[in-house]
């Protein structure tokens, strides 16, 4: 058939197309791939006008709905809140957007709509001209043998129903080289609500590391049932036992399989979107720098990540031969998933409740920089002297 009757056939049917439904327009489409030989999805381009013009231009198609402004917002709320994926940028919107408004001006309604009920592919799709790559490079932790025999192994997942089971880890910021002392930081994620705590180490000692686990139970707006940990010493030791055991409900304290770095897989994600991006590969060999990282940890980072911050939480996993198939939930805060917990205690309740009504994402992140700022300050300053 010459180019010109498929011009014919594709006019005549084009017309039908438009005011068929769902049934005939399959049978549309079927009689044009049978009469002209097009793809099935080439087809359908042309019958709805929206077919490739020259140089990959567009020709015809449905009309632009989101614009530059909604761009614009996107790409500002996606850059405040430290670069989430679509997915969880769309959870995010009705947390950020009143305190962006409040900030830079009430939106025009159209444009406050459109935001709103932006989908995740929308959003990854106006985020496009704004991506940005980073590289990993460095991190270390050394293996820890005392009472190896005594902490039990957890090889499976917990499958956990509450929360209060954190799995722990530690990052290192020696730079390009891992002698000499200089910081760590400890984190812990609790695996039913994403909540997570930090706290900088200088050089990880166990003593320090049971005074920091201290604190960070202390301010838990749940309680302590369950603690998992890597092979390192720096939780493999006598003084964690202690603090563990010598309580009238003991904690569950368990241990992974040595260089099997699923086994805490919760806690290993964080170490590159919650550590490194935050504080980077520098080496942090000046102990007043401790207290800095430590003051931006326990506050307005903390605050951050647990009612700023929606994560995903796996729900199911199948392998088809080679290809496996995840389902993920919504994303939601940690506060969310917490208040969403029907055992959690009144008082934490209206503690979660208060502390969302009252924060601002954006004055906590102008807070986090600042206090970046600062850090950089006097990492720069540690390196001129050293020189």
Request: hydrophobic residues 35%; positive net charge; charged residues 25%.
């Amino acid at each position: 058939m010459s180019i010109a009757s498929r011009k014919e056939v594709v006019a005549r049917l084009r017309g039908k197309y438009a005011r068929a439904g769902a049934v005939y327009r399959r049978q549309l489409i079927a009689e044009l791939c049978s009469v002209c030989g097009y793809e099935r999805k080439y087809a359908i381009k042309v019958l709805t006008g929206n077919r490739p013009g020259p140089r990959g231009q567009r020709c015809g198609g449905g009309v632009r709905v989101y614009g530059a402004r909604e761009a614009q917002v996107v790409t500002a709320l996606w850059r405040v809140a430290d670069y989430p994926c679509g997915k969880r940028l769309a959870a995010m919107v009705p947390l950020w957007l009143p305190a962006y408004e409040a900030r830079h001006g009430r939106l025009p309604p159209t444009v406050r709509m459109r935001v709103q009920r932006a989908s995740a592919a929308t959003l990854d799709r106006l985020l496009i001209p704004a991506r940005a790559h980073t590289v990993r490079r460095y991190g270390g932790t050394r293996p820890g043998h005392l009472l190896r025999t005594q902490i039990p192994v957890r090889c499976e997942s917990w499958n956990v129903d509450r929360p209060g089971y954190l799995e722990a880890d530690t990052v290192a910021h020696g730079g390009a080289a891992a002698t000499g002392d200089y910081m760590h930081s400890l984190t812990l994620t609790d695996i039913f609500s994403g909540w997570i705590e930090q706290a900088a180490l200088w050089n990880k000692g166990a003593t320090q590391v049971v005074t920091r686990t201290r604190e960070i139970e202390a301010g838990l707006p749940f309680t302590l049932l369950g603690f998992d940990c890597d092979n390192g010493s720096e939780f493999l030791n006598h003084h964690l036992v202690q603090y563990f055991g010598q309580r009238p409900q003991a904690v569950q304290f368990t241990r992974s399989r040595a260089y099997h770095k699923n086994d805490n897989a919760h806690v290993e994600q964080k170490n590159w979107t919650k550590v490194r991006q935050l504080l980077g590969y520098a080496r942090y060999d000046q102990p007043e720098l401790v207290n800095l990282v430590q003051d931006l940890y326990r506050n307005e980072w903390r605050l951050l990540q647990n009612f700023f911050q929606p994560v995903m939480k796996l729900v199911t996993k199948q392998r088809r031969g080679s290809r496996v198939s995840k389902t993920y939930d919504r994303p939601q805060t940690p506060a969310q998933r917490l208040l969403a917990w029907p055992g959690l205690a009144p008082e934490q309740r209206a503690w979660l409740h208060r502390q969302q009504q009252t924060l601002d994402p954006l004055v906590l992140t102008d807070a986090v920089r600042r206090k970046l700022q600062r850090i950089r300050r006097a990492l720069q300053e540690a390196a001129a002297h050293a020189a």
